[in-house]
């Protein structure tokens, strides 16, 4: 997997996982970040399902109809993907490269998967049951 130049993913000391844009990256990273985490959140079946269409996207295949999430709006297409703001009025939108967002996608469920590997631990190292039993 692509480790993303945009964004990476980290778990908040509140506990949820973030999207951070890099240094450096600005709006770019910014709005990237952004959509991960209020539209993507930690749903794999979702980041997935993104992954596959950008893989059918560099393929040549059908878009499919871009749609509007919790805060941001997305097509993806064989050029690439435009995300826009779509609670902030007369936010500009912005243009990514399907190699952009497919890197984005990937460091994202690497997050998301490694944020559920440590939610199993304890504070102690000890793993923790559903019912926060300890083993």
Same mark, same amino acid.
């Not at 040549?60 to 609670?87: H, L, R």
């Given at each position: ?8 993913? $980290? $778990? ?11 240094? %450096? /990256?600005? !709006? ?5 970040? %952004? ?6 959140? #930690? +749903?794999?079946?979702?980041? @997935? ?9 560099? !393929? ?5 109809? =871009?749609?509007?999430?919790? #805060? ?13 703001? #779509? ?11 399907? =190699? ?16 559920? !590997? ?7 190292? +000890? !793993?923790?049951?559903?019912? @926060? /039993? $300890?083993?």
């Amino acid at each position: 997997m692509a480790k993303s130049a945009l964004v990476s993913a $980290r $778990r908040h000391a509140a506990g949820f996982l973030e999207a951070c844009p890099r240094p %450096g /990256t600005g !709006r770019h990273g910014e709005v990237l970040a %952004g959509f991960l985490q209020s539209d993507v959140q #930690a +749903d794999l079946t979702t980041a @997935r399902a993104f992954l596959d269409e950008v893989a059918a996207a560099a !393929r040549g295949q059908k878009p499919q109809p =871009g749609g509007v999430g919790n #805060a941001y709006s997305i097509a993806i297409g064989p050029t690439g993907a435009v995300i826009q703001n #779509a609670v902030l009025e007369g936010a500009a939108p912005e243009s990514y490269s399907l =190699g952009e967002l497919r890197a984005a996608l990937e460091t994202w469920i690497t997050g998301i998967e490694r944020a559920r !590997r440590e939610r199993v631990k304890g504070p102690d190292g +000890d !793993r923790v049951k559903a019912n @926060r /039993t $300890r083993e």
